[in-house]
């Protein structure tokens, strides 16, 4: 029998918060663009998926962005939508 040992995890957790544009999609379902982030865009069928699907794209932008070395955007502009606010685990150095 193995035993499974939890270690805390060593970081800091930081929100992040950015507008997101809900766009009815000609095909059906909702694009959801974070104008802040390029405009990186994902979809889906629904507005809830869309939401849930959006919330999945800022996280990896934002982790792929850490991992880069690169800053992460911050919303400078006034933009219409919804804020949308994810949480990630930064690694303390």
Same mark, same amino acid.
């Given at each position: 029998?193995?035993?499974?040992?939890v270690?805390?995890?060593?970081?800091?957790?930081?929100?992040?918060?950015?507008?997101?544009?809900?766009?009815p999609?000609?095909?059906?379902?909702?694009?959801?663009?974070?104008?802040?982030?390029?405009?990186?865009?994902?979809?889906?069928?629904?507005?809830?998926?869309?939401?849930?699907?959006?919330?999945?794209?800022?996280?990896?932008?934002?982790?792929?962005?850490?991992?880069?070395?690169?800053?992460?955007?911050?919303?400078?502009?006034?933009?219409?939508?919804?804020?949308?606010? %994810?949480?990630?685990?930064?690694? %303390?150095?």
């Amino acid at each position: 029998m193995s035993t499974m040992q939890v270690v805390p995890l060593q970081g800091r957790i930081i929100e992040y918060t950015y507008t997101v544009r809900y766009i009815p999609a000609e095909e059906g379902g909702y694009l959801a663009q974070v104008p802040a982030l390029n405009g990186a865009t994902t979809q889906g069928e629904t507005l809830e998926e869309a939401r849930d699907m959006v919330k999945d794209l800022i996280q990896g932008h934002i982790e792929a962005l850490l991992k880069l070395g690169r800053p992460v955007p911050e919303e400078t502009e006034v933009y219409q939508g919804e804020k949308i606010t %994810v949480r990630l685990i930064v690694s %303390v150095a």
